[in-house]
């Protein structure tokens, strides 16, 4: 039962950061945009690098950790980008 759960919790986690990710990027503009971007890229990159190092040796199971250190450092960059964006609009500092 605690391994389904673990799987739940290690697909819903970077789901849900790629799901905000990509809403960030749709709907922000200029520079915002491209910092929407960079969890795409970063959770992208490590699900890319984690399949061929796994598939290369196949022993290796540190992958779930890996996405989660990423998963969890995207999240606070997105949060941390956002809160920015926010605060220089109100300062009228533009889109």
Same mark, same amino acid.
């Given at each position: 039962? @605690?391994? %389904?759960?673990?799987?739940? /919790? +290690?697909?819903?986690? =970077?789901?849900? /950061?790629?799901?905000?990710?990509?809403?960030?990027?749709?709907?922000? @503009?200029?520079?915002?945009?491209?910092?929407?971007?960079? =969890?795409?890229?970063?959770?992208?990159?490590?699900?890319?690098?984690? !399949? /061929? $190092?796994?598939? +290369?040796? =196949?022993?290796?199971? +540190?992958? =779930? !950790? @890996? +996405?989660?250190?990423?998963?969890?450092?995207? %999240?606070?960059?997105?949060?941390?980008?956002?809160?920015?964006?926010?605060? $220089?609009?109100?300062?009228?500092?533009?889109?």
């Amino acid at each position: 039962m @605690e391994n %389904t759960i673990g799987l739940i /919790v +290690l697909i819903a986690f =970077p789901f849900a /950061v790629l799901i905000a990710a990509f809403r960030a990027m749709r709907r922000w @503009e200029g520079g915002w945009r491209m910092a929407a971007r960079l =969890p795409l890229i970063a959770i992208g990159g490590d699900l890319v690098f984690s !399949y /061929v $190092s796994n598939a +290369l040796d =196949p022993g290796t199971h +540190l992958w =779930p !950790y @890996e +996405l989660m250190t990423i998963t969890a450092i995207s %999240t606070v960059f997105l949060v941390g980008a956002s809160s920015l964006r926010r605060a $220089s609009m109100k300062a009228g500092g533009g889109a």
